[in-house]
């Protein structure tokens, strides 16, 4: 699986947008790009994924740019309960691969 | 949606005995689970790749006689940390993929806080 970068930490404030960057410049044609988050002392959540087209549900969008080398993942209102680590993953989906966390950002939502 | 359940969320043992933590896929089928470990303010790091009939895919480094994984049946997978030792303290997750979800990620449990003193 493609390798992925993101920085360590941002802050946001609580009804603004969040917008997280990852890099993923090695990623290959039948790769996808997932959004997972951890919110302290739990387990990984879903939250969104997408090939090439951007992508939204009831958690966020996911802005993939056209040559696929880097994403964003926006969170639109951000509350104080996306506090959390969140990880850019580059997979392909036919595979039964493994999932590879990279060390993700940090968000932290303040008041 | 795919549910994945983690028993225990915690659990303190004493050293050199052994503990067993349960993962369990709840609404869907999973050949294959994932176990993984995760230290303080650091990322998840995955142990090994439990397959449901057969043995256990384990990554570099560790060690199979000490972390046993069992995937006797398409819905629970375990794992047994044997004559833990206070080094082992750690957080570890599971995780299923349900494939009747097509190109969806990985569910994960809500993972098994070990100490052990």
């Known amino acids: 699986d493609a390798k992925t970068t993101q920085p360590p930490s941002m802050d946001c404030a609580e009804g603004r947008a969040a917008n997280l960057p990852c890099n993923h410049s090695t990623i290959s044609g039948n790769e996808y790009v997932y959004w997972y988050r951890q919110i302290h002392s739990q387990g990984p959540q879903y939250i969104i994924h997408g090939l090439k087209n951007n992508e939204t549900n009831e958690m966020a969008s996911l802005i993939i740019t056209e040559d696929r080398k880097s994403s964003t993942l926006i969170l639109p209102h951000a509350t104080l309960r996306d506090t959390a680590v969140y990880y850019c993953?580059?997979?392909?989906?036919?595979?039964?691969?493994?999932?590879?966390f990279g060390t993700g950002t940090r968000l932290q939502v303040t008041l | 949606g795919a549910v994945v359940s983690q028993h225990p969320s915690w659990v303190i043992c004493k050293s050199g005995t052994s503990v067993k933590i349960e993962c369990r896929s709840l609404?869907?089928?999973?050949?294959?689970m994932f176990w993984y470990r995760q230290f303080p303010k650091q990322s998840l790091m995955l142990m090994a790749t439990?397959?449901?009939?057969?043995?256990?895919?384990?990554e570099q480094g560790v060690e199979k006689d000490k972390f046993l994984i069992n995937h006797a049946s398409l819905t629970l997978s375990t794992l047994t940390v044997t004559s833990a030792h206070p080094e082992d303290s750690s957080f570890y997750i599971c995780s299923a993929r349900d494939l009747g979800r097509g190109n969806y990620g990985y569910t994960f449990g809500s993972g098994t806080r070990l100490t052990v003193v």
């Open positions: 993953i580059v997979r392909d989906p036919g595979t039964a691969s493994k999932l590879t």
């Open positions: 609404d869907f089928q999973a050949t294959t």
């Open positions: 439990s397959n449901e009939g057969s043995k256990a895919t384990y």
